[in-house]
């Protein structure tokens, strides 16, 4: 278990390389590290339960318990709280998402991190192509269209004209 999580832990810090446009907020790496910390503290977990088990020790294996059922309670609460907190997230994260799409003139580095969003999640906008429509580049342009980075991958002749919505 210890491995497993270590391995989402720095899974979701290697992803996060990608999206940290994103996410101004510095302390989104923080549950990924909350992960980590917990592999460790399992991994430390698991030796004291293992030698709890082997020497038969009853003050072992009840600080074993003790220490089990102390994580089970504390991954209660954060469930909990992340349920309760979720739109707050969702929120924050798509106010964020849209000042990243408020800057995308298809050259900084805001807008290669857009197409590669928008390419990865095969997605266009922040809720749909739509939200292109109000965003200072896509007035800049004055051609009726969103940038190529929304094309579906199927599509081999995609121009990102909003007339043909399908290829979106």
């Not at 900084?108 to 429509?133: F, I, P, R």
């Not at 121009?159 to 290829?167: S, V």
Request: glycine share 8%; aromatic share 12%.
């Amino acid at each position: 278990a210890a491995a497993g999580l270590s391995y989402v832990g720095g899974y979701v810090i290697n992803t996060y390389k990608s999206y940290d446009n994103f996410l101004q907020d510095k302390y989104a790496l923080l549950p990924a590290v909350i992960i980590i910390c917990v592999a460790v503290v399992m991994f430390i977990i698991g030796l004291i339960g293992c030698c709890a088990t082997f020497r038969e020790s009853r003050v072992g294996l009840g600080l074993f318990l003790a220490i089990i059922l102390v994580i089970f309670i504390a991954e209660v609460s954060a469930f909990v709280l992340g349920f309760v907190y979720r739109e707050k997230v969702k929120t924050d994260v798509q106010g964020t998402m849209h000042s990243v799409f408020e800057k995308y003139d298809g050259k900084n580095a805001e807008s290669s991190v857009v197409d590669y969003l928008q390419e990865q999640l095969h997605c266009c906008g922040v809720k749909n192509y739509s939200d292109w429509t109000t965003t200072p580049w896509f007035n800049s342009t004055g051609n009726n269209s969103v940038p190529l980075s929304c094309c579906r991958q199927d599509m081999k002749n995609c121009t990102g004209h909003l007339d043909q919505p399908q290829e979106l």
